[in-house]
């Protein structure tokens, strides 16, 4: 028998930018893809959302910086990374070279640093998107968590935006009283798009120590346990604005997980924290997700996006198989 997915396009397009798939790796989770490499083929993915690059080296927070808890993980890596002039000399390169699509994180202090970074992108070859991390949990202080105020996230996305042509999504964090009024703000000061949603602040105890298990204390759940907060934030964000592309993420660990992004109003997803436990999990959930959408009937991953807002009434329910 024919495989359903097959007569699927897999293609999504993200503010005008055609992706093969409709599945990224998340950014933080896979470097910038190359430890992925010998686990599956990058190349049918969306892309590669890479692990936020600040303007200088970084080592980050001081360990232990990850802590497993139920049904997730805390991480406070503290944005680690080589800086720009290493990623555009190596990494981006090595991706740009396989024809890989590259959706480049990027974070800063100030708004002026994200600007200077989408400068130093401009033109770079193998760059199809910005995702700016404006929703890092693991910061010096609160204040440069920028995605919590709607003034703040506006400074960052206007600076972003005179810099470069290529899309640009606002990552937003669920750490606040209203995303809706953060997701407008960023689009009002020019993103094209928006990632639905980074970690949630968290503390976990070591019961043997008495201590936090984070030498920072507070750090990022990812993982399952989110997926509920994820998906509700997804909804909220597609609710008031339809029109904007989502790119959403949060526990996903499966196609019937990322199916349930779409529905909600995603128009694609990052695969993150799964990568964990299973290499291999973003193009696993990328086949599974479009095996899913054909047996639905889906002809296009589009065609999916926000479905589940048109449903006024409880719909019958279909058996489509344990693994659909
Ligand atoms: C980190 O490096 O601390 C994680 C980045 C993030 O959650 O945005």
Redesign the pocket.
């Given at each position: 028998m024919t495989d359903p997915a097959v007569r699927l396009d897999p293609a999504v397009s993200l503010a005008g930018v055609t992706f093969r798939g409709p599945v990224f790796t998340a950014?933080?989770c896979a470097a910038a893809g190359r430890e992925l490499a010998p686990y599956l083929d990058l190349g049918t993915l969306g892309g590669v959302v890479t692990?936020?690059v600040m303007r200088a080296p970084r080592a980050?927070?001081p360990t232990p910086r990850m802590a497993e808890t139920a049904s997730g993980m805390l991480?406070?890596?503290?944005?680690?990374g080589p800086g720009i002039e290493a990623f555009l000399a190596g990494d981006l390169p090595w991706l740009a070279e396989r024809g890989i699509a590259a959706v480049v994180s990027i974070?800063g202090h100030s708004a002026q640093e994200y600007g200077e970074l989408a400068r130093r992108l401009r033109g770079a070859p193998g760059l199809a998107m910005l995702e700016v991390?404006i929703?890092?949990?693991?910061v010096e202080s609160r204040g440069q968590v920028f995605a919590c105020s709607a003034a703040g996230a506006a400074d960052v996305m206007a600076a972003v935006r005179r810099e470069i042509d290529v899309p640009v999504f606002a990552?937003l964090s669920p750490d606040v009283t209203d995303i809706v009024d953060i997701a407008r703000s960023c689009v009002a000061a020019g993103a094209d798009g928006l990632s639905v949603i980074?970690?949630l602040l968290g503390v976990a105890i070591d019961t043997r120590t008495l201590r936090p298990v984070l030498s920072a204390v507070t750090g990022?759940l990812s993982g399952p346990a989110i997926k509920p907060v994820a998906l509700r934030c997804v909804w909220q964000v597609h609710a008031a604005l339809p029109t904007v592309p989502i790119l959403g993420m949060g526990g996903i660990r499966s196609g019937l997980d990322a199916l349930e992004f779409l529905l909600a109003g995603a128009s694609a997803v990052s695969v993150g924290t799964a990568i964990f436990a299973d290499p291999g999990a973003p193009a696993r959930v990328q086949c599974e997700l479009l095996t899913a959408l054909a047996a639905r009937g889906f002809g296009a991953v589009a065609e999916a996006v926000g479905v589940a807002h048109g449903l006024t009434a409880p719909r019958e329910v279909v058996a489509y198989g344990d693994e659909l």
């Open positions: 950014s933080g692990k936020s980050g927070r991480n406070s890596i503290g944005l680690q974070a991390n929703s890092c949990p693991n990552k980074n970690t990022g």
